[in-house]
Each structure stands twice: as structure tokens, then as C-alpha cells.
Nanobody, 121 residues
Framework: QVQLVESGGGLVQAGGSLRLSCVAS????????MGWYRQAPGKQRELVAS???????VYADSLKGRFTISRDNAKNTVYLQMNSLKAEDTAVYYC???????????????WGQGTQVAVSS
């Protein structure tokens, strides 16, 4: 069993910053790509950013320059630094991770429960 737990969400004024964290725990042999997604009310879940185990990153075009994804492999943790927040960034933010629980098992994608980010204008 693998668990991903997000933290760091909250209410912030427009222009402010937040740093989200997501810790993976449980039966982890290897933790590969990790990512952040978000879902605003009435909208589909969308990719925010992803990062490989080697540190290669991918961002949604609209968020480049404001959001930064990083990870600490020793802590099985991925971070999302969000700066210059806007009202339209309001959403539930989810992390996911591609995990192999043993050398012979394929990787599966696990999701956290989400953390709410609300940006007031």
C-alpha cells in the first residue's frame, strides 16, 4: 500500500505565494515521476507540473514562470512553489506518483487526497 499526502494549501491574497508539499509513504521500491494537478469547480483536472526522478520538469504553458516543481528523493517528497497567485489559481491541488513496490512489479500511479488552494482577489 502506498499513500500520498499533500499539505500546504490554504487561503492567500492575490499576488501571494504558497508552497505545497506531498509525501509518499508505504511500500515503495522506486518512486519515479511525480506531478501536481489541479481541479477547479466545474472544470476538468489539469496538469500543473511534473518532475522525473532525475529532475526533468514539465509545466503547463500558462503557469511557466510562476510555479516551480521540485523534489527531495531522500524524503520521497515533491514540492510546488506557487508565486504571484491569481484568483484563477483557486482549485484543489492533487499530487501523484508513479511507484513500483518491488523490483518485479510494474509501476502504478497513486494519488493524494488533494489540498485546497483559494486565492482571494
Amino acid at each position: 500500500q502506498v499513500q500520498l499526502v499533500e499539505s500546504g494549501g490554504g487561503l492567500v491574497q492575490a499576488g501571494g505565494s504558497l508552497r505545497l508539499s506531498c509525501v509518499a509513504s508505504g511500500s515503495i521500491f522506486s518512486l519515479n515521476a511525480m506531478g501536481w494537478y489541479r481541479q477547479a469547480p466545474g472544470k476538468q483536472r489539469e496538469l500543473v507540473a511534473s518532475i522525473s526522478s532525475g529532475g526533468n520538469t514539465v509545466y503547463a504553458d500558462s503557469l511557466k514562470g510562476r510555479f516551480t516543481i521540485s523534489r527531495d528523493n531522500a524524503k520521497n517528497t515533491v514540492y510546488l512553489q506557487m508565486n504571484s497567485l491569481k484568483a484563477e489559481d483557486t482549485a484543489v491541488y492533487y499530487c501523484n506518483g508513479a511507484v513500483s513496490s518491488s523490483p518485479v512489479e510494474p509501476q502504478y500511479i497513486y494519488w493524494g487526497q488533494g489540498t485546497q488552494v483559494a486565492v482571494s482577489s
